[in-house]
Each structure stands twice: as C-alpha cells, then as structure tokens.
C-alpha cells in the first residue's frame, strides 16, 4: 500500500498539490473569513500540518540521498544559494515553506484585522497582496492597521 501511494508522491505532484490546494484556503480568508470551515481549516493547525507532512516527506528524501547538509550551505553566500535552488528537493523544500508561512500570516491578518474591526475592503489588498508577495503584504496590513488601532507598535 505505501509503496504504492509512494509512486504517486513525486516531487512534481507534492509541488502541485500544494500549490494548487492552497488556493481554496486563500480564498476562504478573503471570502469566508468567519465561516466556521475557514476556522477549522485554515486559521488552526490542520493546513500547517499538511504543508509539514510533506515538507518531512521532502526532507527524509533529501537525507536518504544523502544531501541533507548541502542545505546549510546556503548561509555561506549568494551564490550557494543559487546552487541549492537548482536541485528540485531543496526548492521543494523551500517552497513549501514559503507556503506555509505566507498562510499562517495571511490568516494572521484575517484575524487580526477582525478584532480591529478593519473593513474587508482594506484587509483583501493585504491577503492578496501577503499571498503573491509575503512581506509586502504583510507591511501593507500593518499599515492600514495603524489607522485603526489608533497606535504603532512594532511588538504587538
């Protein structure tokens, strides 16, 4: 059975399912921000702990083969950096985490724009904007939110 399932875990499919199925989890927090499903599913610990299995799945690859350190070696310079994305498992590896993480702050920004009464209007800009461009979005958020919050505050 798992070898079996394993034929059909290539790094091709992993990459698509992923990118593919974090999309209905992005529109949930522009259409559906308070929906019970949307809660469940994306502002809980369910969608990180799919993205996780397969980041494990990726990684227990990248040490059967024997890699595993080469991904250190992106602290030594741009270009190891370059050198680590060419191989496909790392930048599986890579994007899954930016996956990850731009969701876990895109629900981040869904919720907390609801307990600052923020209008959806402005905060579908900044989930769009944290989906397509991470940080930019991020800063575009924490920007409409020192309107509303009446305050800045970089450790909030």
Do not use: C
Request: proline letters at 4%; aromatic letters at 20%; charged letters at 10%.
């Amino acid at each position: 059975m798992i070898n079996n399932l394993e034929t059909y875990l290539t790094f091709e499919n992993i990459y698509l399912f992923a990118n593919w199925g974090v999309i209905p989890f992005w529109l949930m927090l522009i259409l559906a921000p308070n929906h019970g499903s949307t809660k469940f599913l994306v502002n809980s610990i369910v969608v990180p702990l799919l993205l996780s299995i397969a980041y494990v799945f990726v990684a227990y690859k990248v040490y059967i083969e024997g890699n595993f350190l080469e991904g250190f070696n992106l602290y030594i310079g741009l270009e190891e950096l370059y050198t680590i994305y060419s191989n496909e498992t790392f930048l599986l590896i890579f994007w899954l985490h930016f996956l990850s993480i731009s969701l876990f702050v895109g629900s981040w920004i869904s919720r907390d724009s609801q307990r600052y009464m923020i209008p959806r209007i402005l905060i579908i800009p900044s989930i769009l904007l944290t989906y397509f461009t991470g940080p930019i979005g991020l800063v575009f958020y924490w920007i409409v939110r020192i309107f509303f919050a009446k305050k800045i505050s970089f450790n909030d």
